[in-house]
Protein backbone atom coordinates (compact mmCIF):
# COMPACT_ATOMS: atom_id res chain seq x y z
CA UNK A 1 0.00 0.00 0.00
CA UNK A 2 0.78 3.65 -0.38
CA UNK A 3 3.27 4.99 2.65
CA UNK A 4 5.29 7.96 3.56
CA UNK A 5 8.53 7.55 5.56
CA UNK A 6 10.07 10.68 7.16
CA UNK A 7 14.16 10.97 7.94
CA UNK A 8 15.70 11.31 10.60
CA UNK A 9 13.08 10.50 13.29
CA UNK A 10 15.24 12.79 15.59
CA UNK A 11 17.20 15.97 15.32
CA UNK A 12 19.27 17.94 17.83
CA UNK A 13 20.38 21.53 16.37
CA UNK A 14 22.21 24.69 17.53
CA UNK A 15 20.09 28.15 18.10
CA UNK A 16 20.45 29.60 14.94
CA UNK A 17 21.22 26.50 12.61
CA UNK A 18 19.05 25.45 9.52
CA UNK A 19 17.06 22.11 9.90
CA UNK A 20 16.41 19.65 7.41
CA UNK A 21 13.38 16.74 7.44
CA UNK A 22 13.27 14.44 4.42
CA UNK A 23 10.02 12.88 3.37
CA UNK A 24 9.49 10.25 0.43
CA UNK A 25 6.33 9.20 -0.68
CA UNK A 26 5.07 6.02 -2.62
CA UNK A 27 1.62 7.36 -4.46
CA UNK A 28 2.84 8.61 -8.12
CA UNK A 29 -0.75 10.12 -7.59
CA UNK A 30 -0.12 11.79 -4.41
CA UNK A 31 -0.82 15.87 -5.22
CA UNK A 32 -0.76 17.78 -1.92
CA UNK A 33 1.97 17.89 0.56
CA UNK A 34 1.30 19.23 4.34
CA UNK A 35 3.93 19.66 7.17
CA UNK A 36 2.29 19.61 10.51
CA UNK A 37 4.53 20.72 14.36
CA UNK A 38 3.21 19.01 17.13
CA UNK A 39 3.78 20.69 20.28
CA UNK A 40 3.99 17.83 23.22
CA UNK A 41 0.72 17.47 24.56
CA UNK A 42 -1.00 19.44 21.94
CA UNK A 43 -2.44 19.37 18.89
CA UNK A 44 -0.68 18.54 15.15
CA UNK A 45 -0.93 22.48 13.63
CA UNK A 46 -0.47 23.11 9.50
CA UNK A 47 2.45 25.03 9.52
CA UNK A 48 3.15 25.05 5.41
CA UNK A 49 2.09 22.88 2.42
CA UNK A 50 2.99 22.69 -1.39
CA UNK A 51 0.88 21.46 -4.12
CA UNK A 52 1.73 19.08 -7.34
CA UNK A 53 2.27 22.22 -9.59
CA UNK A 54 4.65 23.54 -7.26
CA UNK A 55 8.18 23.24 -6.92
CA UNK A 56 9.22 25.25 -3.74
CA UNK A 57 6.86 27.42 -0.64
CA UNK A 58 8.10 29.78 1.54
CA UNK A 59 6.93 31.43 4.35
CA UNK A 60 9.66 33.47 6.67
CA UNK A 61 12.04 30.57 8.32
CA UNK A 62 9.94 27.56 7.02
CA UNK A 63 10.11 26.57 3.13
CA UNK A 64 9.23 23.24 1.82
CA UNK A 65 10.60 21.77 -1.69
CA UNK A 66 9.04 19.28 -3.79
CA UNK A 67 10.53 16.68 -6.24
CA UNK A 68 7.89 15.01 -8.09
CA UNK A 69 10.37 12.87 -10.27
CA UNK A 70 11.75 11.53 -7.10
CA UNK A 71 8.77 11.52 -5.06
CA UNK A 72 10.60 12.97 -2.33
CA UNK A 73 9.94 16.76 -0.43
CA UNK A 74 11.38 18.10 2.13
CA UNK A 75 10.89 21.06 5.13
CA UNK A 76 13.81 23.69 5.68
CA UNK A 77 13.88 25.88 8.90
CA UNK A 78 16.22 28.40 8.76
CA UNK A 79 17.46 30.21 11.45
CA UNK A 80 16.14 27.87 14.35
CA UNK A 81 14.77 28.81 17.50
CA UNK A 82 13.98 26.88 20.67
CA UNK A 83 10.73 27.28 20.13
CA UNK A 84 11.14 25.41 16.93
CA UNK A 85 11.48 22.40 19.50
CA UNK A 86 8.55 19.57 18.35
CA UNK A 87 7.34 17.11 16.76
CA UNK A 88 7.57 17.60 12.81
CA UNK A 89 5.16 15.27 10.94
CA UNK A 90 5.01 15.16 6.82
CA UNK A 91 1.87 13.96 5.06
CA UNK A 92 1.14 13.11 1.51
CA UNK A 93 -2.48 12.53 -0.31
CA UNK A 94 -4.12 9.50 -0.61
CA UNK A 95 -3.91 8.72 -4.65
CA UNK A 96 -4.87 12.09 -5.59
CA UNK A 97 -8.06 11.89 -2.67
CA UNK A 98 -8.40 13.96 0.33
CA UNK A 99 -7.20 11.52 2.44
CA UNK A 100 -3.40 11.83 4.07
CA UNK A 101 -0.90 9.41 4.86
CA UNK A 102 1.76 10.85 7.78
CA UNK A 103 4.98 9.91 7.93
CA UNK A 104 6.38 8.87 11.91
CA UNK A 105 7.93 12.17 12.80
CA UNK A 106 10.90 14.01 13.49
CA UNK A 107 11.58 15.08 16.91
CA UNK A 108 13.23 18.28 16.58
CA UNK A 109 15.56 19.55 19.39
CA UNK A 110 17.10 23.06 19.34
CA UNK A 111 19.38 23.98 22.04
CA UNK A 112 20.29 27.48 23.29
CA UNK B 1 -14.33 30.48 16.79
CA UNK B 2 -13.76 27.35 18.33
CA UNK B 3 -12.24 25.57 15.66
CA UNK B 4 -12.60 21.93 16.01
CA UNK B 5 -13.35 20.80 19.72
CA UNK B 6 -13.22 16.94 21.22
CA UNK B 7 -14.96 15.87 24.27
CA UNK B 8 -14.41 14.08 26.42
CA UNK B 9 -10.39 15.05 27.16
CA UNK B 10 -9.38 11.51 29.07
CA UNK B 11 -11.30 8.49 29.31
CA UNK B 12 -10.36 5.24 31.34
CA UNK B 13 -11.77 2.24 30.19
CA UNK B 14 -12.05 -0.96 31.12
CA UNK B 15 -11.78 -3.89 28.24
CA UNK B 16 -15.40 -4.84 27.05
CA UNK B 17 -17.09 -1.47 28.00
CA UNK B 18 -18.10 0.66 25.12
CA UNK B 19 -17.92 4.54 24.49
CA UNK B 20 -18.16 7.37 22.13
CA UNK B 21 -16.33 10.33 21.66
CA UNK B 22 -17.91 13.62 19.85
CA UNK B 23 -16.40 15.89 17.51
CA UNK B 24 -17.75 19.48 16.43
CA UNK B 25 -16.15 21.70 14.45
CA UNK B 26 -17.89 25.13 13.49
CA UNK B 27 -15.76 26.26 10.09
CA UNK B 28 -18.69 24.96 7.89
CA UNK B 29 -16.33 22.28 6.82
CA UNK B 30 -17.59 19.51 4.72
CA UNK B 31 -14.95 16.86 5.39
CA UNK B 32 -14.25 15.25 8.77
CA UNK B 33 -11.85 12.44 9.69
CA UNK B 34 -10.98 10.78 12.81
CA UNK B 35 -7.10 9.19 13.36
CA UNK B 36 -5.17 7.62 15.62
CA UNK B 37 -1.81 8.19 17.28
CA UNK B 38 0.46 5.91 18.69
CA UNK B 39 4.02 6.27 19.24
CA UNK B 40 6.47 5.97 16.44
CA UNK B 41 3.76 5.16 14.34
CA UNK B 42 1.97 9.27 13.51
CA UNK B 43 -0.95 9.39 12.97
CA UNK B 44 -3.24 7.06 11.09
CA UNK B 45 -6.91 7.37 9.65
CA UNK B 46 -9.78 5.18 11.29
CA UNK B 47 -12.57 7.18 9.31
CA UNK B 48 -14.01 9.69 7.46
CA UNK B 49 -16.93 11.39 6.24
CA UNK B 50 -16.82 13.78 3.19
CA UNK B 51 -20.60 15.23 4.12
CA UNK B 52 -23.58 14.82 6.15
CA UNK B 53 -24.74 11.36 6.24
CA UNK B 54 -21.49 9.89 4.59
CA UNK B 55 -18.93 7.71 6.50
CA UNK B 56 -15.91 5.76 4.73
CA UNK B 57 -12.98 3.55 6.36
CA UNK B 58 -9.91 4.55 6.70
CA UNK B 59 -6.67 2.81 7.71
CA UNK B 60 -7.22 0.93 10.75
CA UNK B 61 -11.03 0.83 10.92
CA UNK B 62 -11.57 -2.60 12.88
CA UNK B 63 -13.28 -1.78 16.11
CA UNK B 64 -14.52 1.01 15.83
CA UNK B 65 -17.50 2.74 14.24
CA UNK B 66 -18.54 6.63 12.92
CA UNK B 67 -21.72 8.56 12.63
CA UNK B 68 -22.05 12.37 10.67
CA UNK B 69 -26.05 12.75 11.49
CA UNK B 70 -25.31 16.35 11.55
CA UNK B 71 -22.84 18.80 9.01
CA UNK B 72 -20.47 20.16 12.39
CA UNK B 73 -20.38 16.93 14.50
CA UNK B 74 -18.47 13.62 13.37
CA UNK B 75 -19.00 11.12 16.60
CA UNK B 76 -16.50 7.67 16.87
CA UNK B 77 -17.79 4.72 18.58
CA UNK B 78 -15.83 2.03 20.25
CA UNK B 79 -18.52 -1.30 20.59
CA UNK B 80 -16.33 -3.37 22.32
CA UNK B 81 -13.03 -1.35 23.93
CA UNK B 82 -9.60 -3.51 23.75
CA UNK B 83 -6.12 -2.66 25.08
CA UNK B 84 -5.12 -2.11 21.77
CA UNK B 85 -7.25 0.76 21.36
CA UNK B 86 -5.24 2.35 23.86
CA UNK B 87 -4.24 5.94 22.33
CA UNK B 88 -4.78 9.26 21.46
CA UNK B 89 -7.64 9.94 19.11
CA UNK B 90 -7.83 12.85 16.92
CA UNK B 91 -10.62 15.09 14.67
CA UNK B 92 -10.04 16.87 12.09
CA UNK B 93 -11.70 18.78 9.48
CA UNK B 94 -11.16 20.60 6.29
CA UNK B 95 -13.29 21.92 3.19
CA UNK B 96 -14.00 19.83 -0.03
CA UNK B 97 -11.34 20.72 -2.07
CA UNK B 98 -12.12 22.80 -5.26
CA UNK B 99 -12.79 21.33 -9.01
CA UNK B 100 -8.92 20.88 -9.04
CA UNK B 101 -9.17 18.13 -6.79
CA UNK B 102 -6.13 18.49 -4.76
CA UNK B 103 -5.86 18.77 -1.19
CA UNK B 104 -6.58 21.37 1.49
CA UNK B 105 -5.43 21.41 4.84
CA UNK B 106 -6.70 19.84 7.87
CA UNK B 107 -7.52 21.09 10.82
CA UNK B 108 -7.28 19.30 14.00
CA UNK B 109 -9.19 19.09 17.61
CA UNK B 110 -7.06 19.13 20.84
CA UNK B 111 -7.36 15.05 21.08
CA UNK B 112 -8.76 12.34 23.37
CA UNK B 113 -6.33 10.57 25.40
CA UNK B 114 -8.00 7.06 26.04
CA UNK B 115 -6.55 4.13 28.32
CA UNK B 116 -8.26 0.67 28.04
CA UNK B 117 -7.42 -1.58 30.81
Known amino acids: GENVEQHPSTLSVQEGDSAVIKCTYSDSASNYFPWYKQELGKRPQLIIDIRSNVGEKKDQRIAVTLNKTAKHFSLHITETQPEDSAVYFCAASMGGTDKLIFGTGTRLQVFP | NAGVTQTPKFRVLKTGQSMTLLCAQDMNHEYMYWYRQDPGMGLRLIHY???????AKGEVPDGYNVSRLKKQNFLLGLESAAPSQTSVYFC????????????????FGPGTRLTVT
Open chain 2, 49 to 55: SVGEGTT
Open chain 2, 92 to 107: ASSYRPGTSGIGVGQY
